[in-house]
């Protein structure tokens, strides 16, 4: 199975703070990576896709980028709103995999 | 509107049975893969099994292979997980979910919370 090892696991920030969240993969899953925003008692929300494309109505200050294995996800200038959980996924191979998630919280 | 909602979650015992529904609407779940993906409690998400669009085998996850069964029924455009002998480390909140043309998660329902505890 591709494991992916997303860090931190917590990250403390205050707002307008320009943060990023990074997810490596065991092996090589081409450009076949996620990023979901996922807010408390409600389901993911994909905020990225294919490692970089922003999914229509999702704000500009998120941004995705890839180096071969290495994935980030920036968000230029956190929101209130953004002081969440964040996960990666990768669907190049089966089993589709996530990462462990990363909880940004105010300092 | 499109859109996915989960239905029988509930309590159950160890070793018991468990069905969960989930009705799409605004689009045909025949035309897509549809996975369901689970959440323990503050814990992280977990793909669970995988029924495709293109060919006849389904998939699952080593941790409920031989006791989830995935299923469809198109003419009332539902998703079904069957899910027996359950443990208690089943315990979580199930989604259902769609797959897009390149096959990542693209719409997610509201989730079904299933406990199983005696």
């Known amino acids: 199975d591709i494991q992916m090892t997303q860090s931190p696991s917590t990250l403390s920030a205050s707002i307008g703070d320009r943060v990023t969240i990074t997810c490596r993969a065991s092996q090589s899953v081409s450009d076949s990576l996620v990023w979901y925003q996922q807010k408390p008692g409600k389901a993911p929300n994909l905020l990225i896709y294919?490692?970089?494309s922003l999914k229509s109505g999702v704000p500009s200050r998120f941004t995705g980028s890839r180096s071969e294995t290495e994935f980030t996800l920036t968000i230029s200038s956190l929101e209130p709103d953004d002081f969440v959980t964040y996960y990666c996924q990768q669907y190049r191979f089966y089993p589709w995999t996530f990462g462990q998630g990363t909880k940004v919280e105010f300092k | 509107q499109v859109q996915l909602v989960e239905s029988g979650g509930g309590v159950v015992q160890p070793g018991m049975s468990l069905r969960l529904s989930c009705a799409a609407s605004g689009f045909s779940i025949s035309s897509h893969a549809m996975y369901w993906v689970r959440q323990a409690p503050d814990k992280g998400l977990e793909w669970v099994a995988v029924?495709?669009?293109?060919?006849?085998?389904?998939y699952y996850a080593e941790s409920v292979k031989g006791r989830f069964t995935i299923s469809s029924d198109n003419s009332k455009n539902t998703l079904h997980l069957q899910m027996d002998s359950l443990r208690v480390d089943d315990t979580a909140v199930y989604y259902c979910?769609?797959?897009?043309?390149?096959?990542?998660?693209?719409?997610w329902g509201q989730g079904s919370l299933v406990t199983v505890s005696s």
């Open positions: 979910v769609r797959g897009s043309r390149d096959w990542y998660f693209d719409l």
């Open positions: 029924m495709s669009h293109i060919e006849t085998n389904n």
């Open positions: 294919r490692a970089s």
